[in-house]
């Protein structure tokens, strides 16, 4: 799951009123990190952002994309809606999370959810420090497998570029309350850190769209009762649309 918000594209889009948009792939190491208890992950992932500004506040959608050899393994999508609130950075957020996903001896859908709740933004003078809160209530739907439930969720989204310009470390963090398959609750956190070096930053490149970089996925809880940290790394190149 990729949540990256480039923060400082948000907050500057948010001002200028452009569109942002960029594509990431990603080749996944965590099937070689945890070779018995994730044998069948897919080994890449594509991902698609999009954000863009009006009058009234911030749309935000991003499309993840697995894949193995033979073709796509599955889709996760999250879109969001923002309402500003007066010119302090606070905004009404309102999201939907869903998809499927297909592996080799199994398929699945991801179960529905809308999130409603409050987002606070913050950003330095030159946005290249930006940081994102948001507190949300969180409603799961019922699915074929799973009956409907309440929750909640508490979310944070930072960027920052440094070393003139030469990298950007950007990532999300989410936490929330699911629920085990016996009913009983459990906690999920998921951490998607990111560090990118950015070719423009390059004598002579300055209007090259390319960075490379790499991802760590951390999570526990997300894809199995246990509470056990995992962590997930990759090599990644992002093009700037």
């Known amino acids: 799951m990729k949540k990256i918000v480039l923060a400082s594209l948000m907050m500057l889009s948010a001002i200028t009123g452009m569109a942002q948009g960029n594509l990431q792939l990603h080749y996944d ?42 073709g796509a393994a599955g889709a996760y999508v999250e879109l969001s809606r923002e309402f500003n609130i007066g010119k302090k950075g606070f905004a009404a957020h309102i999201e939907y999370d869903g998809g499927l996903c297909s592996k080799k001896s199994f398929s699945a859908r991801y ?84 560090l990118w070096f950015n070719l423009n930053s390059i004598k002579g490149l300055k209007k090259c769209p390319i960075s490379i970089g790499t991802e760590m996925e951390f999570y526990s809880g997300f894809y199995s009762d246990n509470s056990k940290m995992y962590w997930n790394p990759t090599i990644a190149v992002k093009c700037k649309l």
């Not at 991902?47 to 697995?66: K, N």
């Open 111 to 194: 179960q529905q959810a809308a999130l409603l709740g409050a987002a606070y933004n913050m950003h330095s003078a030159d946005y290249k420090k930006t940081l994102s809160l948001q507190v949300m209530y969180k409603q799961f739907f019922k699915g074929t497998y799973n009956h409907a439930f309440p929750s909640c969720q508490f979310t944070g989204v930072w960027s920052t570029t440094f070393a003139h310009d030469a990298l950007t470390f950007a990532g999300v963090f989410d936490f929330w309350r699911d629920e085990q398959a016996n009913g009983h609750g459990k906690l999920v956190f998921i951490s998607e850190p990111q």
């Open 29 to 70: 190491f965590g099937r070689n990190v945890y070779p018995d208890e994730q044998a069948e992950r897919p080994k890449v992932t594509g991902t698609f952002e999009q954000f863009s500004a009006d009058g009234l506040g911030t749309w935000f959608y991003f499309i993840d994309m697995d894949f193995y050899n033979d």
